[in-house]
Nanobody, 119 residues
Framework: QVQLVESGGGLVQPGGSLRLSCAAS????????MGWYCQAPGKGRELVAT???????NYGDSVKGRFTISGDSAKSTVYLQMNSLKPEDTAVYYC?????????????WGQGTQVTVSS
């Protein structure tokens, strides 16, 4: 099993910034990719950003130019720097990890952290 622990959510005013962190732990697994997804009330879970072990990144259209994903492979941690936040960014943000073991890739989710953008 891989455990994901998220931190950094909270309440911020429009135009403000937040930084989310997600630390992965678990033995015997190789992390292939980590990323963030968000889910607003009444909506499905959407891609925010992902980062693979070879350094490639991918962003959802609504966050391009505002959010940046980065990682510390030594700490098995991924960060999401969120700038120029908008009220429509309000959602629960979930960390995801794709980890392989014995040739099989598994998907793991964190418990989620609330981000609220409001004045």
């Amino acid at each position: 099993q891989v455990q994901l622990v998220e931190s950094g959510g909270g309440l911020v005013q429009p135009g403000g910034s937040l930084r989310l962190s997600c630390a992965a732990s678990g033995s015997g697994f190789s992390i292939k990719a980590m990323g963030w997804y968000c889910q607003a009330p009444g909506k499905g879970r959407e891609l925010v950003a992902t980062s693979t072990s070879d350094g490639s990144t991918n962003y959802g259209d609504s966050v391009k130019g505002r959010f940046t994903i980065s990682g510390d492979s030594a700490k098995s941690t991924v960060y999401l720097q969120m700038n120029s936040l908008k009220p429509e960014d309000t959602a629960v943000y979930y960390c995801n990890a794709l980890a392989s073991r014995g040739g099989v890739t598994y998907s793991y989710w964190g418990q989620g952290t609330q981000v609220t953008v409001s004045s």
